[in-house]
């Protein structure tokens, strides 16, 4: 999908600011979709052409009616909310924001020019024809244009609240909000504004006229209406409405308010206050907050979390963005570059089958909070938490589908942080207290694993050996070998708590928690070095790729999260930049350019090549050493031949995988030089069906299906 229009020349002697490009991969949401951020301004000018400006600095749009969004432009300099969109057609168009910021284009969004005209919150924007527009904000800030937006002066209003809304019928005259029951009008381009007061006790944030005399403010609790511009009355007043805005085109108009809009079909000579539809997954109520009415049988509102909302001539109302839950996920996980799941608070589990493009929500139990998830195989997986009662484990044998509960005797009051598994049947689970337990066979049993003191337990893992780590509260590292059954306490030297862990090997493998620590063993927990310390950022989960150098770091703040190519020694953060305004909980990459992150709110973020061509200027991955991988035949029955490039001379592992995730061949394990390479599957053993084929040069690795037909 593109919002790329009609190009046109740009000959202003003025910054203009295009997608970064860097690398090729990027954050960009997957849920909710299109944004988990809140949605501060929204205009279609037709069915199908359509903008949103949210909290994060985005401005997004969309040309098949929002079924598919491209992010067009992002704040790079930080978190600068952008608060209004105005497009007169679909090239030129305009986004206002704080700190005086404004935004145009005319080419529809592929290139934004930004400027500063003024330093106060720009709250709405509006053009009467091509050349006159006005732009209103904080401290009664009023500027106005006669050429097109070449040039803004500023208008004297002769207040020093915030102006909230504009309404121009002609060059000459107009409406602005005010404060409380108060509205500005002038009719003389703004060379003069005088207050009007409207005797209703509303503080409106946004008007609409249709003449010199006909007009409708909204704000709080309450429509007003005019039919002379000068005395206004109650068109409709709804307890705890919140209203904010206000549109119309033709008879059809619209007030968003909470979880609720105000809708006439009359030109405001009758009102409906229509209820958005019961989510039973939502634990917040969202409000709405913008309106937009790009034709006379069609409303589209918007707000809170991303949330939209579009009604139709019918006047039944449909969600527009995807919003499984704005539940706060906790854990995710993934087994293949399709399947992944993700848990979290209210008993929220969610299952992709197409690598998060589409998600399926399920409510286990709304009493149970559940803190982490993994799958060892497609089809079997464990997730942990607590509830009311206790601690939480739970097993489903079926890729998610259904769960059970297989909860061991624990202490009451207690709880289960994190849970890994080698494989279908060996596992770990921790908590509070110092509370571990391991199991053998599945869940069926578990074995207490005491002597670790009272501390909690943060994270446990495995990596791809029968040796792991644990790590929690006040620095506590715990090693543990299944081959063995040896349990030990190492030494890590800190006294704060350690939250995340990743374990790359049997020797090799990170703890990072409070004020930056990031720490390292290079032989199995002999010896753990802090490699990053610093007071000003938390971490809680980390990743590294196999080289065992580049690697990705995420905090309690999503200014924490960083990237390193060092193994942890130097971290660049990304800053204000990302879409991750709040934490990301925790993250699961398959290798340096895929990966998935889950927050607060039911966000789930994707790493990946990014869709909307926005990537982070701050970032740096090192280019695949290897492309072009291609099967052939494919389906196969005998034989299949795997062809690949190598950009360099690298150790290579060509593996294939069947849907348990079980390894059936390995095709190749060794140094190849650089060139072009050919791997022959053979068929003769496997038995028909789908398999997976993973292809890891230099330490980034591509995976690709395969199929055996009889």
């Known amino acids: 999908m593109s919002v790329k229009l009609l190009i046109k020349p740009l000959l202003l002697a003025v910054l203009v600011f295009s997608a970064p490009t860097m690398a090729e991969s990027s954050w960009f949401w997957q849920h909710p979709f299109p944004t988990g951020s809140h949605i501060n301004g929204i205009q279609f000018i037709d069915d199908d052409n359509g903008w949103i400006v949210t909290s994060l600095g985005a401005v997004l749009g969309t040309n098949d009616g929002g079924n598919s969004w491209e992010e067009l432009y992002r704040i790079p300099s930080g978190l600068v909310p952008l608060n209004c969109v105005f497009f007169g057609n679909t090239d030129e168009g305009w986004a206002c924001g704080n ?18 005209p003024v330093t106060t919150h720009l709250l709405s924007i509006e053009f009467s024809d091509n050349n006159y527009g006005t732009i209103v904000g904080a401290s009664g800030v009023i500027l106005r244009t006669m050429d097109g937006g070449s040039s803004w002066q500023s208008q004297g209003s002769g207040i020093v609240y915030p102006i909230f809304d504009v309404s121009f019928i002609s060059p000459a005259i107009g409406w602005a909000t005010g404060t409380t029951g108060k509205i500005l009008n002038t009719i003389t381009a703004g060379a003069f504004w005088q207050e009007l007061n409207t005797g209703i006790p509303a503080s409106y944030t946004g008007i609409h006229f249709f003449d010199d005399s ?45 979880a609720a809009v105000a809708v006439t079909e009359n030109e405001g000579g009758s009102w409906s206050y229509e209820a958005m539809p019961d989510h039973p997954l939502w634990p917040l109520e969202p409000g709405l907050n913008c309106v937009t009415v790009p034709s006379e ?24 963005s995807s919003h499984e ?58 997730c942990v938490g607590a509830s009311s009662n206790g601690a939480v484990i739970l097993k489903s044998v079926d890729s998610g589908s259904n769960w059970a509960e297989i909860t061991p005797s624990v202490p009451q009051n207690s709880w289960f942080q994190s849970v890994d598994f080698l494989n279908e049947d060996c596992g770990v689970a921790t908590g509070s207290y110092g509370m571990i337990r391991c199991t053998t066979d599945g869940g069926a049993s578990w074995v207490e694993k005491a002597g670790f003191g009272t501390n909690s337990f943060s994270r446990v893992s495995f990596g791809n050996t029968d040796r792991g780590w644990i790590v929690g509260e006040g620095g506590r590292i715990v090693c543990f070998d299944f081959n063995s059954d040896s349990w030990s306490e190492q030494s890590s ?65 999503g200014e924490n999260y960083g990237v390193t190519d060092d193994g942890g020694f130097t971290i660049t953060y990304w800053g204000s930049y990302s879409p991750m305004r709040n934490q990301l909980s925790e993250i699961s990459f398959i290798d340096v350019d895929n990966g998935w992150g889950c927050g607060d709110y039911g966000r789930i973020l994707r790493f990946g090549e990014d869709p909307t061509g ?44 069947d849907l348990s995730g079980r390894k059936v061949q390995t095709i190749q394990s060794g140094i190849l030089p650089r060139g072009g390479h050919s791997m022959i599957v053979r068929g003769e053993s496997l038995a028909p069906g789908m398999y997976f084929l993973k292809l890891n040069a230099g330490g980034i690795s591509e995976t690709g299906t395969m199929v055996r037909i009889p």
């Open 99 to 116: 700190n005086g910021t404004l935004l145009h284009t005319v080419d529809g969004g592929n290139n934004w020019i930004s400027s500063n």
């Open 325 to 382: 839950t704005l539940a706060d996920l906790c854990g995710i996980t993934h087994f293949d570059p399709y399947r992944v799941w993700s848990c979290g608070e209210g008993g929220i589990i969610m299952k992709s089958s197409d690598g998060g493009a589409n998600w399926e929500s399920q409510v286990i139990d709304a009493d149970y909070s559940l803190r982490d998830i993994c799958f060892p195989t497609s089809l079997i997986g464990y």
């Open 493 to 557: 030297e800190m006294t704060h708590a350690l939250h995340g862990l990743f374990v790359l090997n049997a020797d090799t493998a990170w703890a990072v928690g409070w004020s930056g620590t990031v720490l390292r063993t290079l032989d199995a927990g002999g010896f753990w070095e802090t490699v990053h310390s610093t007071g000003s950022n938390a971490f809680n989960d980390a990743w590294f790729a196999d080289n065992g150098m580049d690697g990705y770091l995420t905090g309690y703040n």
């Open 614 to 657: 926005v990537v982070n200027n701050n970032h740096s991955i090192h280019p695949a050493p290897a492309t072009g991988m291609l099967a052939s035949p494919n389906p196969f029955t005998a034989s299949s031949a795997v062809s690949f490039t190598l950009q360099v001379e690298c150790f290579v592992n060509l593996d294939l995988y």
């Open 297 to 320: 049988s069609e409303v589209l509102a918007s707000g809170d979390y991303g949330i939209i909302y579009s009604r139709q001539s019918s006047g039944s109302w449909n969600q527009s």
């Open 214 to 258: 006909h007009g409708f403010a909204a704000g709080g609790e309450y429509i007003a209406h005019t039919s002379d511009g000068l005395t206004w009355s109650v068109a409709l007043y709804e307890a705890g409405a919140a209203f904010s805005d206000i549109d119309f085109n033709g008879l059809l108009g619209a007030v968003p308010g909470m």
